[in-house]
Structures are given as C-alpha cells and as structure tokens.
C-alpha cells in the first residue's frame, strides 16, 4: 500500500486540460520532499515526466506542468492528445520509520 | 545518451534466488545512484534499492532482509539478488539511473524484465 495516494482514473477529451492529484503526508510531500511525475505509455517502461516538482525534462512538452502546495502535488495536461494516453505516477521520499522512495498508486488518464 | 538493459532468467522456482543484471551503456557508472524498481503485473511501482558507484547501499525497509545489490565497475553493470522468493516477488523489474533521487527522481530507465515466480 503506498504512501501517496492518486485518483485511480481521468478523462478528458481532445484539447481539454486534466489535472491529476498525489496527495501525501508531513512523512513526505509535506516535509519538504520533492515530487517527481513519470509516465509509462501501455508496454513500456516509465519515463520522468516532471522532477523537483515543477521541472521538465528536455523533450517533455510544455504541455506538462507540475506543481506542489502543502501535502499534495498536481501533474497537469493542457491541449490533451491522443498520445498522452497513458498510467502517470508520482513519486517523493518518504521519512516515516520505514524510509523509502516512494511511488503514488498510479493514474490512468483516457483520451 | 546512457542506456540501461536488464538481463536474467524470466521464471524463477519458489524459494530461490532471483538473479538479474542491468548493462549500462553510452556513460560512466560513476557519480550516480544505481537502482532497481518493480512492477507486479497490473500493479503500480515499488522502489526495491540503490547502490551508489562508490559502493554504499540502501534498500526499501520492507524487502532489506531478501535483498543485495553489487556492481561490477570493470563491465559497467551492476546486479540484483532476491531471496526466498514467492510468487508475490512476479513482476517487471526495472533499472534506473539517479543522480540524486530526492530532487531528480530516476532517469533513465532500462526497457524491464518479466520475472515470473513459479514451479
């Protein structure tokens, strides 16, 4: 069971603009801990989509934008493409007495 | 640009040893974090461990007891052991480059590897 909870689904449709939600604890996201977003398209492997909360990786869209406030994390998609179909999961540290690097329960957003 | 691939035996009997390797390609190992992370089919992520180049480790409390991660600098790979395994240890395991996890995250990752623990 992990420590980061998201919505189990999203949809949007073509163009709209989806936000999906981590929310976490004053063990992790409330700490101070950054959050990182990752997307894995259907067969493959994740790739990092945000880090350090709101930073893109060279190549990822401006169309992703990450943000952070409090205990939570958001990960929005604007001008949603058929493409952008995927699982997207966050990811933080946790510092509770079982401490670890930790991934959220995933999100699968439908186009 | 660096590239990861995991190799290893794709079934693995219960009780034993799961074995597998994560060739590092296009980059030095040094100066990062070296990880391994899986996924149980359907499932979401879970990070397993690190081991760093200079040869410190950290393991996920939950698997520390099963769990040794090694490096072969001299190859340019680094190794993943799981003990006694049952079938909740079946899932994709990846490999996972970090220069600093807590403000970087893992990038890249290798393509993954289907264990299956089973008779």
């Known amino acids: 069971q992990s420590v980061l909870t998201q919505p189990p689904s999203v949809s949007g449709a073509p163009g709209q603009r989806v936000t999906i939600s981590c929310t976490g604890s004053?063990?992790?996201?409330?700490?101070?801990?950054?959050v990182h977003w990752y997307q894995q398209l259907p067969g493959t492997a994740p790739k990092l989509l945000i880090y350090?909360?709101?930073n893109r990786p060279s190549g990822v869209p401006d169309r992703f934008s990450g943000s952070k406030s409090g205990t939570s994390a958001s990960l929005a998609i604007s001008g949603l493409q058929a493409e952008d179909e995927a699982d997207y999961y966050c990811?933080?540290?946790?510092?509770?007495?079982?401490?670890?690097?930790?991934f959220g329960t995933g999100t699968k957003v439908t186009v | 640009q660096v590239q990861l691939q995991e190799s290893g035996p794709g079934l693995v009997k219960p009780s034993e040893t799961l074995s597998l390797t994560c060739a590092v390609s296009?980059?030095?190992?040094?100066?990062?974090?070296w990880n391994w992370i899986r996924q149980p089919p359907g499932k979401g992520l879970e990070w397993i461990g690190y081991?760093?180049?200079?040869?410190?480790?950290n393991y996920n409390p939950s698997l520390k007891s099963r769990v040794t991660i090694s490096m072969d600098t001299s190859k340019n790979q680094f190794s993943l052991r799981l003990s006694s395994v049952t079938a909740a240890d079946t899932a994709v395991y990846y490999c996972?480059?970090?220069?600093?996890?807590?403000?970087?995250?893992?990038?890249?990752w290798g393509q993954g590897t289907l264990v299956t623990v089973s008779s």
């Open positions: 996972a480059r970090s220069t600093n996890i807590v403000v970087r995250g893992f990038d890249p």
């Open positions: 296009g980059g030095s190992i040094s100066g990062y974090y």
């Open positions: 081991m760093y180049y200079s040869g410190s480790t």
């Open positions: 004053s063990s992790n996201i409330g700490a101070g801990y950054d």
């Open positions: 350090g909360n709101s």
């Open positions: 990811q933080s540290y946790d510092s509770s007495l079982s401490a670890s690097y930790v």
